[in-house]
């Protein structure tokens, strides 16, 4: 099936976008329903045994996966161990105590991470002065969201395991740009999604989770759309999106995520965000705008010149 693909039969740009982030913002939506039941790390670690076959499967049909350099492995192991495994198990062990639509507007604060363990890490890679006060921004946004103290506000113990999610997740993304490996995309994927769901299992097993996924309908129907919906369809989609508008276009899916994710807490179990934690969005937004303001700015020109 995947070696006679056509990218011209997927759908145009903006739609692909708007499919892209409501899958990506629907996981969050599908972990809460999944965590109420089933043990955070063992549904994590099974959702990737799964995933990573079938990215896998497709990369195998598309040319080369194996890795074959050092580079190679150490990036296989990169994703797996923080991507993948230590990101998941911070991700899924914290939607135990906060809602999907929050761990979402948390997540969304990625770009703001990545971007300042960059000017960290990374010699050739810095902030622009905007950018600085956007991670001030988004740092000050996460604690409005948690509203520490207040009646209504998050358990912040559950909120600093998914803060620390986006952290293991940025920290990650830039130390894979340190490695100069020759895996194809979807190999890497697979490859650490297999090995991320080995460790994941190790990590349950280690907590004394229950190994079994006896649950309801409504939650293994959660797994199988974190299987199929973000974990393949999502995936082609977001190389669709590589292939036709660019990295940094297609990387501002971020933004439209936590409005997906609201959206959807909201129609499936009627959640409304306090007022604390819509201002915390805001942040969360205004942090991320101020980052990528150069990448804002080049889409709205393009717009204009659409148009003329």
Same mark, same amino acid.
């Given at each position: 099936?995947?070696?006679?693909?056509?990218?011209?039969?997927?759908?145009?740009?903006?739609?692909?976008?708007?499919?892209?982030?409501?899958?990506?913002?629907?996981?969050? %939506?599908?972990?809460? =329903?999944?965590?109420?039941?089933?043990?955070?790390?063992?549904?994590?670690? $099974?959702?990737?045994?799964?995933?990573? *076959?079938?990215?896998?499967?497709? =990369?195998?049909?598309?040319?080369?996966?194996?890795?074959?350099?050092?580079?190679?492995?150490?990036?296989?192991?990169?994703?797996?161990?923080?991507?993948?495994?230590?990101?998941?198990?911070?991700?899924?062990?914290?939607?135990?105590?906060?809602?999907?639509?929050?761990?979402?507007?948390?997540?969304? *604060?990625?770009?703001?991470?990545?971007?300042?363990?960059?000017?960290?890490?990374?010699?050739?890679?810095?902030?622009?002065?905007?950018?600085?006060?956007?991670?001030?921004?988004?740092?000050?946004?996460?604690? $409005?969201?948690?509203?520490?103290?207040?009646?209504? !506000?998050?358990?912040?113990?559950?909120?600093?395991?998914?803060?620390? @999610? @986006?952290?293991?997740?940025?920290? /990650?993304?830039?130390?894979?740009?340190?490695?100069?490996?020759?895996?194809?995309?979807?190999?890497?994927?697979?490859?650490?999604?297999?090995?991320?769901?080995?460790?994941?299992?190790?990590?349950?097993?280690?907590?004394?989770?229950?190994?079994?996924?006896?649950?309801?309908?409504? @939650?293994?129907?959660?797994?199988?759309?974190?299987?199929? /919906?973000?974990?393949?369809?999502?995936?082609?989609?977001?190389?669709?999106?590589?292939?036709?508008? !660019?990295?940094?276009?297609?990387?501002? %899916?971020?933004?439209?995520?936590?409005? =997906?994710?609201?959206?959807?807490?909201?129609?499936?179990?009627?959640?409304?965000?306090?007022?604390?934690?819509?201002?915390?969005?805001?942040? $969360? =937004? @205004?942090?991320?705008?101020?980052?990528?303001?150069?990448?804002?700015?080049?889409?709205?020109?393009?717009?204009?010149?659409?148009?003329?």
């Amino acid at each position: 099936m995947f070696a006679r693909f056509s990218w011209s039969k997927l759908p145009t740009e903006l739609l692909a976008f708007v499919v892209l982030a409501t899958l990506w913002g629907g996981s969050f %939506v599908a972990i809460e =329903a999944g965590v109420e039941e089933l043990p955070p790390l063992l549904f994590a670690a $099974v959702r990737y045994d799964l995933a990573g *076959l079938l990215v896998l499967g497709w =990369a195998a049909l598309r040319g080369r996966w194996l890795p074959r350099t050092r580079h190679d492995f150490l990036a296989v192991a990169l994703v797996g161990s923080l991507l993948i495994a230590g990101h998941h198990a911070l991700l899924y062990v914290g939607q135990t105590t906060v809602p999907g639509a929050v761990a979402a507007a948390i997540i969304a *604060l990625l770009p703001v991470l990545t971007a300042l363990m960059a000017t960290l890490l990374l010699d050739d890679e810095g902030l622009h002065p905007a950018g600085y006060g956007g991670v001030v921004l988004g740092f000050l946004g996460v604690v $409005v969201i948690t509203a520490p103290g207040s009646s209504g !506000g998050l358990p912040v113990d559950g909120v600093a395991l998914v803060f620390a @999610a @986006a952290v293991v997740w940025a920290l /990650g993304s830039v130390l894979l740009r340190k490695l100069d490996h020759r895996l194809p995309m979807g190999a890497l994927q697979g490859w650490g999604m297999l090995l991320g769901a080995g460790v994941l299992h190790g990590g349950s097993l280690a907590w004394g989770e229950p190994q079994t996924l006896a649950a309801s309908p409504a @939650a293994l129907g959660a797994l199988a759309f974190l299987v199929v /919906g973000p974990g393949v369809v999502a995936f082609l989609l977001y190389f669709r999106l590589l292939d036709s508008i !660019g990295a940094t276009q297609a990387s501002l %899916v971020g933004y439209a995520e936590p409005v =997906a994710a609201a959206a959807l807490s909201w129609a499936l179990f009627g959640y409304v965000p306090s007022t604390s934690a819509v201002i915390g969005f805001a942040l $969360v =937004a @205004a942090g991320f705008a101020l980052v990528k303001y150069e990448t804002l700015l080049d889409v709205v020109g393009r717009g204009r010149r659409t148009r003329a």
